[in-house]
């Protein structure tokens, strides 16, 4: 398969995934797919972008990266997720407990239910500190004083015995981000971490996620609706459409020459500001919804370029196109010119 | 917070000032000593009310002790030696008056003070309460626990039935079944009498209080229940498993702490019903509390013996909600004591 090409291509490969099929079993005969075919990679200390419409399975990938579908009775089919020679895909429960947090951690979406209400910031940020190693409770508080301050939180000494409702926001994710980033890990999770903030609480956000990545040479996976956002923190791309990958690639080479008739329609939905009045334009139609998705490119009926070959057989799969820069798009080739 | 708010000055007043130092803290005696003095104006208009009802219905003391047949001037002196020859309003001063200097009159019938009569009565009602609520704790929040974590097929339609079920039944008639089956065929619990010290009452208590598990596990648990599956959509449960922590304080941090608040208000309330449905509980068990005491009273119209135990109920009733809250806004900071 083409995609094998892509772990070849740089040694600073930190996570392959490779065909990853998530679903629910519902029945012991009835199974329902969520994710059909996830296929990249992370590399170390690059801030990936997972961009995609409502429904997508963004989530499920995630999820799938800290071992908690079981929670929301949904697993992996099939696939792998290669990480240190781990095969995270097939990982037990006992084994996960070694990972999560450690090496992967977690920046939820929600800045309001992402952190215990019951619990003070010192509480939760020592917890995760003091769960590898025996330490003395002075150490704990040290340690997280300068967690607080990483992620820039000034006076935390007054934060450290607030409760996460007393804290607005941006500081409240703050606080998620240093949680994440307590034990060390390797990747950082971070799914739609800005949901409910405004545009410039945002922005910071985003810059301690770079400042993060550059300092501590974690690597980030962050998702996002907002291709703005991605464009602008991102090294690289993956874009998902009903269940599959259909582009990854660097994001430069992305927004230049996008090569997924999807990509296109996402680029061209985004709100204009230069322009004033200029008209929104919106994808037509509805994303198919999971477990109605169509014969071929699952696209197909909702893109402007659709040819015969494009209904019919399986869902196509990425090929490089380009180096480095991957499309599902079976006439990707001729989309290369088209861009705006 | 170092970003610049944007929207009204008003907002982003608010904004600055949550972000740097969190809502300010109102002390939390303060909120105690407000809630207590309402607390205490509730119980005067229950005590009030308790008053007049008594009055209002048909018949009185008098008539009620001496027949419908007796000569009209022994009516007449025992009224005047009962105090109630006087207008209403008078008496009501009078009780008044007497309530301010902690005498809450004595029993027209037998003559005992009613605080005399709380004294010896009000324990085993508190008892029979206590007991009931700890049974009540300590069968609800495992089940709940259990049927909301354990993700066994068919298991939530069964609870969900079984509990209906439960609530449906008359408290008096689970009462009886229970008294039959355990205190007649299998004799293992006493039909009647009391015991009041520590050990020894509990023998007397655990079947009645039984008779009000009934009622309030199916909806203990089932309010519990489902906060605990909120609980468990919520995204901090998924960053608690990430983070790893250890199961046991996992479960009680994570999920069933976050859940419990409206459980405890709910109880609570449950709590200051039990108080005036204990009076049936105390009459099929033959227990000396106060709220079979309130019966005979009332069938006397007893008028000081109504009074005093309706007044310390309605206390009662106020001071439970005012724990509940309390206890709910000390496992939960979210909840706000008002
Ligand atoms: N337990 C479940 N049962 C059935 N369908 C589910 C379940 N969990 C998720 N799904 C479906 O899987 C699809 C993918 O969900 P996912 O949360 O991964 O999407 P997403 O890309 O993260 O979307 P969003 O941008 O809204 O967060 C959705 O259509 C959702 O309805
Ligand atoms: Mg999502």
């Given at each position: 398969?083409?995609?094998?090409?892509?772990?070849?291509?740089?040694?600073?490969?930190?996570?392959?995934?490779?065909?990853?099929?998530?679903?629910?079993?519902?029945?012991?005969?009835?199974?329902?797919?969520?994710?059909?075919?996830?296929?990249?990679?992370?590399?170390?200390?690059?801030?990936?972008?997972?961009?995609?419409?409502?429904?997508?399975?963004?989530?499920?990938?995630?999820?799938?990266?800290?071992?908690?579908?079981?929670?929301?009775?949904?697993?992996?089919?099939?696939?792998?997720?290669?990480?240190?020679?781990?095969?995270?895909?097939?990982?037990?429960?006992?084994?996960?407990?070694?990972?999560r947090g450690s090496r992967i951690g977690y920046v939820p979406?929600?800045a309001l239910?992402g952190a215990n209400p019951v619990m003070t910031v010192g509480k939760q940020l020592g917890e995760a500190i003091r769960r590898n190693r025996k330490r003395k409770e002075k150490d704990v508080r040290r340690r997280v004083m300068e967690l607080l301050e990483l992620v820039h939180i000034r006076r935390p000494e007054v934060v450290y015995d607030q409760y996460p409702h007393q804290l607005s926001g941006g500081m409240r994710q703050r606080v998620m981000i240093a949680a994440a980033i307590t034990q060390d890990p390797d990747i950082v999770v971070a799914?739609?971490p800005t949901?409910?903030l405004?545009?410039?609480v945002?922005?910071e956000i985003m810059k301690l996620l770079k400042e993060i990545r550059s300092e501590l040479k974690m690597?980030v996976?962050?998702?996002?609706?907002?291709?703005?956002?991605?464009?602008?923190?991102?090294?690289?791309?993956?874009?998902?459409?009903?269940?599959?990958?259909?582009?990854?690639?660097?994001?430069?080479?992305?927004?230049?020459?996008?090569?997924?008739?999807?990509?296109?329609?996402?680029?061209?939905?985004?709100?204009?500001?230069?322009?004033?009045?200029?008209?929104?334009?919106?994808?037509?139609?509805?994303?198919?919804?999971?477990?109605?998705?169509?014969?071929?490119?699952?696209?197909?009926?909702?893109?402007?370029?659709?040819?015969?070959?494009?209904?019919?057989?399986?869902?196509?799969?990425?090929?490089?196109?380009?180096?480095?820069?991957?499309?599902?798009?079976?006439?990707?080739?001729?989309?290369?010119?088209?861009?705006? | 917070m170092t970003a610049?708010?944007?929207?009204?000055?008003?907002?982003?007043?608010?904004r600055a000032q949550e972000g740097e130092d969190g809502p300010r803290p109102?002390?939390?005696?303060?909120?105690?000593?407000?809630?207590?003095?309402?607390?205490?104006?509730?119980?005067?208009?229950?005590?009030?009310?308790?008053?007049?009802?008594?009055?209002?219905?048909?018949?009185?003391?008098?008539?009620?002790?001496?027949?419908?047949?007796?000569?009209?001037?022994?009516?007449?002196?025992?009224?005047?030696?009962?105090?109630?020859?006087?207008?209403?309003?008078?008496?009501?001063?009078?009780?008044?008056?007497?309530?301010?200097?902690?005498?809450?009159?004595?029993?027209?019938?037998?003559?005992?003070?009613?605080?005399?009569?709380?004294?010896?009565?009000?324990?085993?009602?508190?008892?029979?309460?206590?007991?009931?609520?700890?049974?009540?704790?300590?069968?609800?929040?495992?089940?709940?626990?259990?049927?909301?974590?354990?993700?066994?097929?068919?298991?939530?339609?069964?609870?969900?039935?079984?509990?209906?079920?439960?609530?449906?039944?008359?408290?008096?008639?689970?009462?009886?079944?229970?008294?039959?089956?355990?205190?007649?065929?299998?004799?293992?619990?006493?039909?009647?009498?009391?015991?009041?010290?520590?050990?020894?009452?509990?023998?007397?208590?655990?079947?009645?209080?039984?008779?009000?598990?009934?009622?309030?596990?199916?909806?203990?648990?089932?309010?519990?229940?489902?906060?605990?599956?909120?609980?468990?959509?919520?995204e901090f449960?998924?960053t608690g498993?990430v983070r790893g922590v250890r199961?046991?304080r996992f479960?009680?941090l994570y999920?069933?702490?976050?859940?419990?608040?409206?459980?405890?208000?709910?109880?609570?309330?449950?709590?200051?019903?039990?108080?005036?449905?204990?009076?049936?509980?105390?009459?099929?068990?033959?227990?000396?509390?106060?709220?079979?005491?309130?019966?005979?009273?009332?069938?006397?119209?007893?008028?000081?013996?109504?009074?005093?135990?309706?007044?310390?109920?309605?206390?009662?009733?106020?001071?439970?909600?005012?724990?509940?809250?309390?206890?709910?806004?000390?496992?939960?900071p979210r909840?706000?004591?008002?």
């Amino acid at each position: 398969m083409s995609v094998n090409a892509m772990a070849s291509e740089s040694s600073d490969v930190l996570v392959e995934i490779r065909d990853l099929v998530i679903g629910i079993q519902r029945t012991r005969k009835d199974r329902l797919l969520i994710v059909e075919s996830a296929n990249f990679d992370i590399r170390r200390a690059e801030i990936l972008g997972l961009v995609g419409e409502s429904g997508s399975g963004k989530t499920m990938v995630c999820r799938s990266l800290i071992g908690t579908l079981k929670r929301r009775s949904a697993s992996i089919f099939a696939g792998t997720i290669k990480f240190d020679g781990m095969d995270l895909a097939k990982l037990e429960e006992r084994q996960w407990r070694s990972v999560r947090g450690s090496r992967i951690g977690y920046v939820p979406q929600s800045a309001l239910t992402g952190a215990n209400p019951v619990m003070t910031v010192g509480k939760q940020l020592g917890e995760a500190i003091r769960r590898n190693r025996k330490r003395k409770e002075k150490d704990v508080r040290r340690r997280v004083m300068e967690l607080l301050e990483l992620v820039h939180i000034r006076r935390p000494e007054v934060v450290y015995d607030q409760y996460p409702h007393q804290l607005s926001g941006g500081m409240r994710q703050r606080v998620m981000i240093a949680a994440a980033i307590t034990q060390d890990p390797d990747i950082v999770v971070a799914d739609e971490p800005t949901t409910g903030l405004d545009v410039t609480v945002q922005a910071e956000i985003m810059k301690l996620l770079k400042e993060i990545r550059s300092e501590l040479k974690m690597s980030v996976i962050l998702v996002s609706h907002d291709l703005a956002l991605i464009d602008e923190v991102c090294d690289r791309l993956v874009v998902m459409h009903a269940g599959t990958c259909v582009e990854v690639g660097s994001v430069s080479a992305v927004a230049r020459t996008p090569l997924h008739p999807y990509t296109i329609a996402l680029n061209r939905s985004r709100i204009d500001i230069s322009t004033p009045g200029a008209p929104l334009i919106t994808i037509k139609g509805n994303p198919p919804a999971v477990g109605e998705w169509p014969a071929g490119c699952r696209f197909s009926d909702r893109c402007d370029f659709v040819q015969q070959d494009c209904t019919v057989g399986r869902n196509p799969v990425l090929v490089e196109v380009r180096p480095n820069h991957w499309s599902a798009c079976l006439h990707a080739e001729r989309l290369g010119g088209t861009s705006e | 917070m170092t970003a610049t708010p944007i929207g009204s000055g008003v907002e982003s007043a608010v904004r600055a000032q949550e972000g740097e130092d969190g809502p300010r803290p109102q002390p939390t005696w303060e909120k105690v000593l407000r809630r207590t003095g309402r607390a205490i104006i509730v119980a005067f208009w229950v005590m009030v009310v308790a008053f007049m009802l008594i009055r209002l219905s048909p018949g009185d003391p008098v008539s009620a002790a001496l027949g419908a047949d007796a000569a009209p001037d022994t009516v007449a002196a025992a009224r005047k030696a009962l105090g109630l020859d006087v207008d209403p309003l008078t008496q009501f001063w009078n009780y008044l008056t007497g309530l301010f200097r902690g005498d809450l009159g004595a029993s027209l019938i037998s003559g005992v003070p009613v605080t005399e009569m709380l004294r010896t009565n009000m324990p085993v009602t508190l008892w029979l309460i206590f007991t009931s609520v700890t049974m009540t704790l300590v069968i609800s929040l495992p089940l709940a626990m259990f049927i909301a974590m354990a993700r066994i097929p068919g298991l939530p339609y069964l609870f969900r039935t079984l509990t209906a079920i439960g609530l449906a039944l008359p408290s008096f008639l689970v009462a009886l079944i229970l008294l039959y089956q355990f205190g007649l065929i299998w004799q293992v619990a006493p039909i009647f009498g009391y015991d009041p010290t520590f050990p020894a009452n509990l023998q007397y208590l655990w079947l009645p209080s039984l008779v009000n598990c009934v009622v309030l596990v199916p909806v203990l648990s089932r309010v519990l229940y489902s906060s605990i599956l909120d609980t468990l959509e919520e995204e901090f449960v998924e960053t608690g498993v990430v983070r790893g922590v250890r199961w046991n304080r996992f479960y009680w941090l994570y999920v069933l702490r976050p859940s419990l608040a409206p459980t405890v208000v709910l109880l609570s309330y449950m709590m200051g019903v039990m108080v005036g449905s204990t009076v049936i509980l105390e009459i099929i068990f033959a227990l000396p509390g106060i709220g079979r005491e309130l019966v005979t009273a009332v069938t006397m119209r007893d008028y000081p013996v109504v009074q005093g135990i309706i007044l310390v109920f309605g206390i009662l009733v106020v001071f439970l909600s005012l724990i509940g809250d309390i206890v709910a806004s000390l496992l939960d900071p979210r909840v706000r004591l008002t």
